[in-house]
């Protein structure tokens, strides 16, 4: 049973970081694309970054090139979003998500593209 459990979610002030990170169980974690979403009240849920199998291709969203990491553990099951410069519009639910590899490719991070989800943690930047 595929399992992606995410973690290091909190309230932060502007400016500060947070390192979020996604625990993977029940499937082989190495073959797959993963990648971080977010969904803010009343918005639709977006791709902010993905990490494909062997960590060397990354995809970010434009508004968190530059402050946010993404990174994977494969001997740990575990990936990472490390997140500087913390925005107030960085304010929602983060979830892990993972699919077959070639949905890293494809030049942007899709909900519809990516078939399982982690329950989400909650980041909240205060001004």
């Known amino acids: 049973q595929v399992q992606l459990v995410e973690s290091g979610g909190g309230s932060v002030q502007a400016g500060g970081s947070l390192r979020l990170s996604c625990a993977a169980s029940g499937f082989t974690y190495s073959y797959y694309c993963m990648a971080w979403f977010r969904q803010a009240p009343g918005k639709e849920r977006e791709g902010v970054a993905s990490i494909d199998t062997a960590g060397g291709s990354t995809y970010y969203a434009d508004s968190v090139k530059g402050r946010f990491t993404i990174s994977r553990g494969n001997a740990k099951n575990t990936m990472y979003l490390q997140m500087n410069s913390l925005k107030p519009e960085d304010t929602a639910t983060y979830y892990c998500?993972?699919?077959?590899?070639?949905?890293?490719?494809?030049?942007?991070?899709?909900?519809?593209?990516?078939?399982?989800w982690g329950q989400g943690t909650q980041v909240t930047v205060s001004s």
């Open positions: 998500a993972a699919d077959v590899p070639y949905k890293c490719y494809s030049g942007s991070a899709r909900r519809d593209d990516f078939g399982y």
